[in-house]
């Protein structure tokens, strides 16, 4: 589906005949993916939010305005390394191999890089990796270990170890304009630019010390939600064993970390007396600080797109800017990610390609970002190895109507700490099962906050039996064997699973494929050391 944007009907006429004459001539367009870390959709100015005001990304809301702006696209598994090993296969986590922090990814998953430089591609990765494997597919790579660090990173690869001075975002842009303007100019390119920004603890560069100074920043309406008096034992088990709430959390509290920052990003005023004041002023905290480092991911990808303008192939490039996950800003008084819940599996994704794609339009339809190799895959001309699991946007970025059997839900599961918990997402609903409590059901429509879980309620029972079925189908579509799920033994359990494949001859691909794949080792990834 797609809602074309404020344009006049001449406009439209005269940018379909441009389109039909132009569509032809960019066989092999190059690519720029700028893969990034934990920024919510909620602080890119295009999505509208209520940060809008303030979180402004003028560059980032470009590729909307000349391209197209993603609403339904969540991750298959909230947290950095599996997101990006999903980015690269197409393939959800319990198929590419990697569960939790710092996996290894599967050697017999394919990876888009690897499959367009088999077509002559250029490719150029620098940045945060954040995967145990080296990459693939790459002609050159520079990227940093695990996190890296905000100020002077220290980047190795393929052309040695570098130590570079000044902020992160600035240093891999750097890197990247380099390389951009020093490619062998005949051949198309991918160029993979990954920045640390904005995770926590959000570092930003010098020149955004005072950006929104004093200035008192909206609240999410559910910023002093109190989740541990609520109905959804998800939340209440989050809070309990995580640090990721703004006061009431097991561990240090985003309050607790950050209380005795320095200038620029002090703790303001607040009463240390009053909760309702301490998150307050935790919040304030958070989202100044987050501003001023997006601002550098905005600024920088606009020196991005300057280069492509210079060298005459910004409309031959198609230029991504997505997330590895979303991220709370204060929604239910939490920070970070890993829940099925909005903010944290919805990431931002949008895309410009002017051959393709109508300026300003905006997709509702349900993807995922396994859809993204393949997208680049049929936008490079390139065969889609039949186990990558996505599917191509090709059609929805030309405003098709989504193509038959489209998936009807989302698929989540998250192995990465307390709880474990997995289940489905569609336009409505979100389910979610956990070995630690009875099922959890969610109506967005009438609850867009997520404050109610109603899986208990009457009303709700058919609903609760479809999404279950629901879950069952796409648990089966996706060849996820009910062994593997999230809170099953999966170390134990591997061997048996295995096993029991290979006697039935393979696992489901997803939706609409037959299964073909044979069956690959997952649960073994390494379980990571890092919290983050
Ligand atoms: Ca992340």
Redesign the pocket.
């Known amino acids: 589906m797609v809602m074309k944007g404020n344009r006049s009907a001449g406009f439209i006429v005269y940018f379909y005949a441009a389109l039909s004459s132009m569509a032809i001539s960019a066989e092999q367009p190059n690519m720029v993916v700028v893969l990034v ?2 920024h919510a959709y909620e602080a890119i100015s295009a999505y509208e939010s209520h940060l809008k005001d303030y979180a402004q990304t003028p560059t980032i809301d470009r590729l909307f305005h000349e391209g197209m702006r993603f609403d339904n696209m969540t991750v298959p598994n909230s ?2 390394s599996p997101s990006r090993a999903a980015i690269l296969t197409g393939q959800f986590s319990h198929v590419n191999g990697v569960l939790r922090l710092n996996g290894r990814i599967n050697e017999d998953s394919p990876q888009y890089p690897a499959e367009l430089q088999k077509l002559g591609y250029q490719t150029f990765l620098v940045g945060k990796w954040h995967l145990e494997n080296s990459p693939k597919g790459y002609d050159k790579h520079m990227t940093v270990k695990g996190q890296g660090a905000y100020f002077d990173p220290q980047l190795s690869g393929s052309e040695g170890s570098w130590k570079r001075e000044g902020y992160s975002t600035d240093v891999y842009t750097d890197i990247a304009l380099d390389w951009l303007e020093s490619r062998d100019r005949k051949k198309p390119f991918l160029l993979s630019l990954q920045f640390k920004a904005p ?1 926590h603890d959000y570092g930003h560069a010098e020149r955004y010390n005072n950006l929104l100074a004093g200035v008192t920043i909206p609240e999410p309406p559910t910023l002093y939600e109190d989740v541990r008096r609520e109905d959804s034992n998800l939340k209440k088990l989050f809070i309990r064993d995580s640090a990721f709430h703004m006061l009431h959390s097991g561990r240090r509290s985003y309050y607790e970390r950050h209380q005795n920052d320095q200038v620029p990003d002090a703790m303001g005023q607040h009463d240390a007396k009053s909760d309702r004041d301490r998150i307050r002023a935790a919040y304030q905290h958070q989202i100044h600080k987050y501003i001023r480092c997006i601002r550098g991911n905005d600024d920088n990808l606009k020196r991005v797109l300057g280069s492509l303008e210079a060298q005459g192939i910004l409309d031959d490039t198609v230029v991504i800017y997505t997330s ?2 979303g991220y709370w800003l204060g929604q239910h008084g939490l920070y970070d990610k890993r829940l099925i819940l909005e903010s944290s599996v919805r990431t931002p994704f949008l895309i410009r390609y002017p051959r393709m794609i109508m300026p300003a339009s905006v997709n509702a339809d349900l993807t995922i970002n396994i859809d993204v190799a393949p997208t680049l895959l049929e936008l490079a001309g390139a065969e889609i190895p039949p186990t990558m699991q996505g599917r191509s946007l090709v059609p929805l970025l030309k405003g098709e109507p989504v193509p038959p059997n489209w998936r009807t839900s989302q698929l989540y599961t998250y192995w990465g700490g307390t709880p474990k918990h997995y289940g489905v997402r569609d336009k409505r609903f979100t389910y979610v099962e956990s070995d630690l409590f009875s099922a959890e059901l969610f109506d967005r429509k009438l609850d867009p906050q997520q404050q109610h879980n109603v899986a208990g309620n009457l009303e709700y029972a058919t609903v609760l039996r479809d999404m279950k079925a629901e879950l069952r189908k796409q648990i089966e579509n996706c060849g996820i064997g009910v062994e593997e799920l999230p809170g099953a033994n999966v170390e134990a359990d591997r061997k048996v699973i295995a096993g029991q494949r290979a006697a039935k001859g393979g696992r489901g691909v997803g939706e609409g494929k037959e299964a073909t794949k044979t069956a690959g080792e997952s649960g073994k990834e390494r379980v990571g050391t890092s919290r983050e």
Do not use: A
Request: hydrophobic share 15%.
């Open positions: 870390d934990d947290i950095c995770h590895d996950q």
